[in-house]
């Protein structure tokens, strides 16, 4: 009798070749390289075909790779859709989703997959836009879920993760001062910034303002300015020994429903999006 296929292993050799490289794919499953390698040997094994070429300039597909790679993304698909058919009480049908601008390359490229794996009935059409008008979408029934980032004092929402937010780069003008940039939509980063501007030693000059995170983060690079990011937008930027706020923000994300919705299904898709988010 032929063995039966692994899909676990078959979903961790997607994830290779969706991330482009077995490190990747471990951060994205919270595993170790190691522990990838391993298991795509095991599956070479089980298949008695080679699947990866591994190189200095990366990794390439084998013929038979090739075939595992359409093959697997067909019985991974016919898999999530059996669950979903066996499943009480899922979603299904149109959705209307939003996710904040911002975190939307990042968002996207982990939440669409996962509307394909656990809702495969689902057809999300998806807003990007920021927070706060997400909100009022939601409140005004345009929207069925979005992520948001939770107003300060509030306990609306499921949670879903957690970023830290603090000032970047060095900029200064001739005579000392810091020079600054800040958004120009109506969001929480903007409220926070402007706050901790007030707190500065010295006096700033304002040169730069912007409509997205993205902007700011690309005039930090620069040395142009010195800005309030998300640590994740930021990466590898220096923080700002000029502008600290008495103490960091900590902005917390969350999932929001409209009124009419129904929480047990809110619940589950929050507690799958936070699976995936946090690996």
Request: with cysteine.
């Amino acid at each position: 009798m032929l063995p039966a296929l692994d899909l676990e292993l078959i979903r961790t050799f997607q994830t290779v070749l969706q991330e482009g490289g077995f490190k990747p794919a471990a951060e994205r499953l919270n595993r170790t390289p190691a522990a990838v390698s391993m298991q795509i040997k095991r599956l070479e094994e089980l298949l008695g075909q080679r699947l990866l070429e591994r190189s200095n300039q990366g990794i390439a597909l084998t013929a038979a790779g090739d075939i595992l790679k359409e093959k697997g993304e067909k019985l991974l698909s016919l898999n999530y859709e059996l669950l979903s058919d066996l499943r009480q009480g899922e979603l299904f049908g149109k959705l209307s989703f939003g996710t904040p601008t911002d975190y939307a390359p990042t968002l996207l490229q982990q939440l669409l997959p996962i509307f394909g794996r656990e809702f495969p009935k689902v057809t999300p059409t998806i807003i990007l836009e920021p927070s706060r008008s997400l909100r009022a979408r939601i409140q005004s029934g345009v929207l069925d879920m979005a992520i948001v980032a939770q107003e300060p004092g509030t306990d609306e929402g499921i949670h879903l993760w957690s970023e830290e937010i603090a000032w970047f780069g060095g900029a200064r003008t001739q005579d000392g001062k810091a020079k600054v940039g800040v958004l120009t939509t109506n969001c929480i980063l903007r409220d926070r910034a402007l706050e901790d501007l007030k707190t500065v030693p010295r006096d700033h000059k304002l040169v730069l303002e912007a409509a997205t995170v993205a902007s700011l983060r690309d005039g930090v690079e620069e040395g142009f300015c010195q800005a309030f990011l998300p640590v994740s937008v930021a990466g590898s930027l220096a923080r700002s020994k000029e502008v600290r706020p008495s103490q960091s923000l900590m902005l917390n994300f969350v999932l929001i429903a409209g009124v009419g919705a129904d929480g047990s299904k809110t619940q589950s898709v929050a507690s799958k999006f936070r699976r995936a988010l946090l690996g």
